[in-house]
């Protein structure tokens, strides 16, 4: 799927709109996990908001990330927000956990189609819901030294809803946030 928009970012680190910040927040707040798994944190945004506003700094709730270029993270220093961290291609790393909530915020459009549709089905089969944010219209090529950082495929609502009606899981859309992107819950 060929995408249209803006190639690159300025910022120095993986970052995502800010406006869809609050909006996912209230997502995680309101499904109320006691595991999350976040795949590709890049420097580890939502571990700390997780941390901050869903554990209050308790450290009660168990954090797990996992990441294909954990360099992010290590130059960030938020990896001691992560009770547990994976290194590699979330398709290839075995996880031995179960969850409740995995959070994929900017990461499917980092996958080409079929292997997007295999990591739903894996974070599925981790956890039953899965926070998907993914933009819109965003070109992008390898940054900052990390191939992983390419769009190769584009997940508008629709196409989230039709997956999820073939595969019987089922698609929440969530409202707010920016209008280049799209979030939302799939479960099963």
Not at 60 to 67: I, K, M, Q
Not at 139 to 151: A, L, T
Request: net charge negative.
């Amino acid at each position: 799927m060929r995408m249209v928009g803006r190639v690159g970012r300025s910022c120095a680190m993986p970052s995502s709109y800010l406006g869809n910040v609050p909006v996912i927040v209230r997502t995680i707040t309101r499904l109320d996990p006691q595991r999350v798994l976040d795949v590709g944190p890049g420097y580890g945004r939502y571990g700390f908001l997780f941390r901050e506003r869903v554990d209050e700094f308790r450290w009660e709730r168990r954090l797990d990330g996992v990441d294909a270029f954990p360099e992010y993270v290590e130059r960030s220093r938020t990896g001691f927000l992560y009770d547990r961290f994976f290194t590699g291609d979330f398709l290839a790393v075995e996880i031995p956990e179960e969850y409740d909530l995995v959070l994929m915020i900017d990461v499917l459009e980092h996958f080409r189609d079929a292997d997007a549709e295999r990591a739903l089905g894996k974070a599925l089969a981790l956890a039953p819901a899965v926070l998907i944010a993914t933009p819109l219209g965003y070109e992008q090529g390898e940054m900052h030294g990390n191939p992983y950082e390419e769009h190769h495929s584009e997940w508008p609502a629709e196409r989230l809803d039709a997956l999820a009606a073939q595969r019987g899981w089922t698609w929440e859309p969530v409202a707010g946030g920016m209008g280049q992107s799209v979030i939302g819950v799939l479960g099963r």
